[in-house]
C-alpha cells in the first residue's frame, strides 16, 4: 500500500518575506488562489524577523521601503525600526488574505522537476508538496554567514550572529568583542557601546557611513496621512526618486561629482565625530564609496570617540576560551562575541539553499556556478520550467520594491498566459537567456564597481568570477519596463498533450558566456 500523493497545487511560493508575501497578494489579484507559502521559520517577514538586535533599522526614508499598492500612514520613523517593518509585514498578509495560505516551520529540503507530470515535487520538513509552478524568495539575507577562524568553537562565553540575535543575554558590566563592520554592525556597535563596559571592534576592512537624517514622525502627520491617504504619494515618490538617482549616479554612472561629494560628506562626518587621528585613519576607507554596501548613522563614528571602544583593524589568528588572539600577539579578553558576518549571499550554499533539479536531472546550483552567474529578466534559466526566483540574479536596481512588484508581475503574466494557452511547462529559451546574460556582464563594466579599487573591499557584491550579479546595470524605470514587458516568446509553452521535445527543440544551455562579456 502506498501513500497518497499531495494534491498538486497551482504554485508554491518558497519564503515568507516581503518577495513571498508580494507574490502571495499578486496571485491573488490575479485570481490565482490554489497557492501556498512555505516558511522554514516560526514567523512571516523573512529578514525582519530574523533580524531583532540592538537599533535594528531600514537604510532607506521609510516610504520608498513598502508596497506601491499598500502605503502605510502610521510610520513612527523617517528610517522606521525593525519592529515597525514587521508589523507592516504582517499588516499586508492579513488585509490582502495571504495569512491562510501561508505554511511556517516548513523548509524546503529538496525540489525536483516531474517532466512527466510537469511539476515540481518538494520535499519539506512537514512532507512532501507537489506544485505546477514554484517561486523561490527565500532571499538572500537570510542565511547567517559564519567566519572560518581558528577556535570559533572553542570559546567559553555567548556567541551571537547579528542575524540570531539572543535577547536574554544582558551586556551590562561585559567585555563584548564584535566581529565586523557592514550595515548590521554600523547599527549594533553604538547600541552596545551604551551599556557595554568594553567594545573590542574587529575591523577588516572601513566603512563608508553617511549620516542618518532620521526623526520621529509628528502625529499630526500621521493623523494627516490616515485622512488623507493620497498625501503619501508625495513622500513615497520623493524616497523612491532619491533611491533613482543615488543609485544611478553612484552605482551606474559613478559621475565624480556625486560620488566626491557624498565622500566628502561622510569624511566631514569622520572627522566630527573622531578627533583622534590615529582612530580616524583606521575607520578611512581606501576605496570609492558604495564598493561595499554604504550604511547610514549619526552615531557610529562617534562611538570611537568613547574610552570603552577600543578598534582593532589588526588581523585576527584564532578565537580562544577567553577571548580573541590577533596576528600581532595581542589577546583581548572578552566575555561575550558577536559575529557581524553578514549573509551567504552568493555562496553556493544559498543558490538555493537546497538541491533543486531541472529537466533533464540538471541541478540549478551547478547549472549556475558552472558559467558566468545570470538569470532571465531576473528571474529564471532554461532547463527550470515553471521556476522563478524573485529578486534573482541582475535584478536589483535602486528600490527593492519595485524590483519586487515588477519581478512578480512577469511571473503572473507567465501563469496566466500558460493558462491561456492551456499549457503546463514554461521555459525560457537558451538564446534570450545568453543575450540577457551577456548584456548585463558587457553594462556592468561601465558602473562604480569596476573602476574604484573596489578589489581592497572584500565585499559580499562580488562573485568568484568578479562579477557584481546582484545589481542589474539598469535603471528602475528601465527595469520595470522591461521585466513587464519583455516578450512572452522568449518563452517555451508546453502541455501534457504534446510529444517530447528534445533539448534542440528547446535550446542548449551549454553556451559559455564566459568569453562573451564586453571588455
Not at 458 to 475: A, I, K, M
Request: charged share 25%; glycine share 8%; net charge neutral.
Amino acid at each position: 500500500m502506498t501513500d497518497k500523493a499531495p494534491a498538486l497545487l497551482e504554485v508554491a511560493v518558497i519564503g515568507a518575506g516581503f518577495s513571498g508575501i508580494c507574490a502571495g497578494i499578486k496571485l491573488r489579484q490575479a485570481g490565482i488562489t490554489d497557492f501556498t507559502l512555505l516558511e522554514q521559520a516560526e514567523d512571516i517577514g523573512g529578514v525582519w524577523h530574523w533580524n531583532t538586535y540592538p537599533d535594528v533599522a531600514v537604510d532607506i526614508p521609510v516610504w520608498g521601503y513598502s508596497f506601491s499598492f499598500e502605503r502605510n500612514p502610521n510610520w513612527e520613523y523617517a528610517y522606521a525600526r525593525g519592529h515597525e517593518i514587521k508589523a507592516y509585514a504582517d499588516r499586508c498578509v492579513d488585509k490582502y488574505g495571504v495569512r491562510p495560505h501561508v505554511r511556517l516551520n516548513t523548509e524546503v529540503v529538496r525540489a525536483a522537476w516531474d517532466d512527466a507530470g510537469h511539476f515540481w515535487r518538494l520535499d519539506t520538513t512537514q512532507g512532501p508538496v507537489h506544485a505546477r509552478f514554484i517561486i523561490i524568495s527565500y532571499g538572500g539575507l537570510g542565511r547567517p554567514k559564519y567566519p572560518d577562524i581558528e577556535g570559533l568553537d572553542s570559546f567559553k562565553g555567548p556567541v551571537i550572529h547579528s542575524a540570531r540575535w539572543d535577547h536574554t543575554l544582558d551586556m551590562q558590566g561585559q567585555r563584548v568583542g564584535v566581529i565586523g563592520t557592514g550595515s548590521s554592525a554600523v547599527q549594533i556597535i553604538p547600541a552596545t557601546a551604551e551599556i557595554a563596559e568594553q567594545v573590542h571592534v574587529f575591523q577588516r576592512t572601513p566603512i563608508w557611513v553617511l549620516p542618518k537624517p532620521d526623526f520621529p514622525l509628528p502625529r499630526l502627520l500621521r493623523f494627516g496621512y490616515r485622512m488623507l491617504p493620497f498625501l503619501m504619494f508625495i513622500p513615497r515618490w520623493i524616497a523612491v526618486f532619491w533611491l533613482e538617482v543615488f543609485y544611478n549616479a553612484v552605482f551606474r554612472y559613478k559621475i565624480p561629482a556625486s560620488v566626491k561629494m557624498l565622500e566628502s560628506v561622510i569624511m566631514s562626518a569622520l572627522r566630527r565625530g573622531v578627533p583622534d587621528p590615529v582612530t580616524r585613519a583606521k575607520l578611512t576607507p581606501n576605496y570609492r564609496m558604495a564598493c561595499k554596501f554604504p550604511s547610514m548613522s549619526s552615531t557610529y563614528y562617534k562611538t570611537f570617540a568613547r574610552e570603552n571602544v577600543n578598534l582593532v583593524t589588526t588581523d585576527i589568528a584564532a578565537i580562544t576560551e577567553t577571548g580573541v588572539q590577533t596576528v600581532d600577539g595581542d589577546h583581548h579578553e572578552i566575555d561575550m562575541l558577536v559575529l557581524a558576518t553578514g549573509f551567504e549571499t552568493l555562496d553556493a550554499t544559498n543558490l538555493p539553499r537546497f538541491k533543486t533539479t531541472g529537466r533533464g536531472g540538471q541541478d540549478l546550483r551547478e547549472l549556475i556556478l558552472a558559467d558566468r552567474k545570470g538569470q532571465y529578466e531576473g528571474l529564471t534559466l532554461p532547463k527550470m520550467p515553471n521556476n522563478f526566483t524573485v529578486p534573482g540574479l541582475y535584478a536589483m536596481t535602486g528600490s527593492f520594491f519595485v524590483t519586487i512588484e515588477s519581478s512578480v508581475d512577469h511571473v503572473v503574466r507567465c501563469i496566466l498566459e500558460a493558462r491561456r494557452r492551456q499549457a503546463t511547462a514554461v521555459e525560457i529559451k537558451a538564446e534570450p537567456f545568453a543575450t540577457y546574460v551577456q548584456e548585463m556582464i558587457g553594462r556592468q563594466y561601465k558602473t562604480l564597481f569596476y573602476r574604484s579599487n573596489c578589489e581592497r573591499t572584500h565585499s559580499w557584491y562580488f562573485d568568484e568570477n568578479g562579477d557584481v550579479p546582484l545589481f542589474r546595470p539598469t535603471s528602475t524605470a528601465e527595469a520595470a519596463w522591461r521585466v513587464r514587458h519583455s516578450p512572452l516568446e522568449d518563452y517555451t509553452f508546453r502541455s501534457l498533450g504534446d510529444a517530447a521535445l528534445e533539448d534542440a527543440a528547446l535550446g542548449d544551455t551549454g553556451t559559455d558566456l564566459r568569453d562573451r562579456s564586453a571588455s
